[in-house]
């Protein structure tokens, strides 16, 4: 099995004082890959020189309330996807339609803002998101 590519961050941050403690702010992207929240646990680790933090225990993703999920699945039943794979160019187009153009414009808004956090949560090394403003990473 191949060893699975980590994604490295690195950024420079001042120390601030807070009480009787020093602290540092995390970045957005990792807030983002780690779904963290005020509150949530680190674990700090301190060895030759190095200091490490990760999220303490699994990464916590969120859960959707079961009548949320009844109220969206009845929005989602008019709307439909055509999925097209073309193998030489190694790309997927997937096209969304429906009759409540509200419900699909919803949809394609909530698709649009996390996709890239789930495929970051896949795994997958880098997210491009290209819109026709331009291309933002």
Request: glycine residues 8%; aromatic residues 6%.
């Amino acid at each position: 099995m191949a060893e699975e590519k980590k994604q490295q961050i690195s950024v420079d941050r001042r120390l601030m004082k807070m009480g009787g403690s020093l602290v540092v702010s995390v970045p957005n992207d990792v807030i983002e890959q780690w779904n963290l929240k005020k509150g949530d646990e680190v674990r700090f680790t301190f060895q030759e020189g190095a200091v490490k933090i990760e999220p303490k225990g699994s990464v916590r993703v969120e859960t959707i309330p079961e009548e949320m999920v009844e109220a969206y699945s009845k929005t989602m039943r008019g709307i439909q996807a055509t999925v097209t794979m073309d193998a030489d160019a190694l790309a997927i187009q997937i096209e969304f339609s429906g009759e409540n153009k509200e419900a699909t414009e919803l949809f394609m808004r909530n698709l649009w803002r996390n996709l890239p956090v789930l495929l970051r949560l896949l795994g997958l090394g880098s997210v491009e998101e290209v819109t026709k403003e331009g291309t933002q990473k």
